[in-house]
C-alpha cells in the first residue's frame, strides 16, 4: 500500500512565521503535489514536482514556495505567514508508470493567528 | 479551472439511491476520478473512467460520456456512512503523464436515516 504522510495534522502559527510543511512517501512516485482545501473553494494546487529538484507552479502559487531534494519528500514553505492561509493542506501523490490516482496524506490543518 | 461543474449539496434517505452529477470541458480530456472524503480525512479513490460507459464496482457505479462532457457517481442502497463528500476531478492530456488532476469544489451528499 502507498502510504503518504504530512508532518502534522494539526498546527498554529503567528502571522510572519516562515513555516514548513513536510510531506513524505515511501511508493517511489516520481510526482507529488501540494493542495489547499477551503469550504466552498474545493481542492486547489499549490505546486507540483515531477522529479527531484523540479518544480511546476500550479494554480495558486503566490505565498507558497516548495524544495524537492529527495525524491521521497516534497516540502511546502510559507515564508512569511499570512491569516489567509488558514487552511486545510494536503499532499498528494502520484506514479507515472502505474495507476493514473492520486494518493493523499492525511492533511495538515494549519491556522495563522 | 477546466470548468468542472458538480452540485454542492445532496440529500438521501438510507436505503436510496443517489446519482451525482458531473460536467467538464471536453477539449483535451484524458480520464475522470471520483474521490470520497469524510469530513477532516483525506479523499480516497473511488473509481476512474476514461471510455464511455458505466464502471460498477459494488454499491458505487460510475458513468461517463465523453462527447457530452459529463459524468455520474451512482450510490446504492446508501448507508449511513455514505454521508461525505464527493470529488469529480479530470485529468486532460496536458498533464496526464504528470498525475496532474483538476478537482470540482466536491458535493456534500448527507445520508438520512
Known amino acids: 500500500d502507498v502510504k503518504v504522510t504530512q508532518s502534522s495534522r494539526y498546527l498554529v502559527k503567528r502571522t510572519g512565521e516562515k513555516v514548513f510543511l513536510e510531506c513524505v512517501q515511501d511508493?517511489?512516485?516520481?510526482?507529488m503535489f501540494w493542495y489547499r482545501q477551503d469550504p466552498g473553494l474545493g481542492l486547489r494546487l499549490i505546486y507540483f514536482s515531477y522529479d527531484v529538484k523540479m518544480k511546476e507552479k500550479g494554480d495558486i502559487p503566490e505565498g507558497y514556495s516548495v524544495s524537492r531534494e529527495k525524491k521521497e519528500r516534497f516540502s511546502l514553505i510559507l515564508e512569511s505567514a499570512s491569516t489567509n492561509q488558514t487552511s486545510m493542506y494536503l499532499c498528494?501523490?502520484?506514479?507515472?508508470?502505474?495507476?493514473?490516482?492520486?494518493?493523499f496524506g492525511p492533511g495538515t490543518r494549519l491556522t495563522v493567528l | 479551472g477546466q470548468n468542472i461543474d458538480q452540485p454542492t449539496e445532496m440529500t438521501a434517505t438510507e436505503g436510496a439511491i443517489v446519482q451525482i452529477n458531473c460536467t467538464y470541458q471536453t477539449s483535451g480530456f484524458n480520464g475522470l476520478f471520483w474521490y470520497q472524503q469524510h469530513a477532516g480525512e483525506a479523499p480516497t479513490f473511488l473509481s476512474y473512467?476514461?471510455?464511455?460507459g458505466l464502471e460498477e464496482k459494488g454499491r458505487f457505479s460510475s458513468f461517463l460520456s465523453r462527447s457530452k462532457g459529463y459524468s455520474y457517481l451512482l450510490l446504492k442502497e446508501l448507508q449511513m456512512k455514505d454521508s461525505a463528500s464527493y470529488l469529480c476531478?479530470?485529468?486532460?492530456?496536458?498533464?496526464?503523464?504528470?498525475?496532474?488532476?483538476?478537482f470540482g469544489r466536491g458535493t456534500q451528499l448527507t445520508v438520512w436515516p
Open positions: 476531478a479530470v485529468s486532460f492530456d496536458r498533464g496526464s503523464t504528470l498525475g496532474r488532476l483538476y
Open positions: 473512467n476514461v471510455l464511455d
Open positions: 511508493m517511489d512516485h516520481e510526482n
Open positions: 498528494a501523490t502520484h506514479s507515472t508508470g502505474g495507476d493514473d490516482e492520486q494518493f
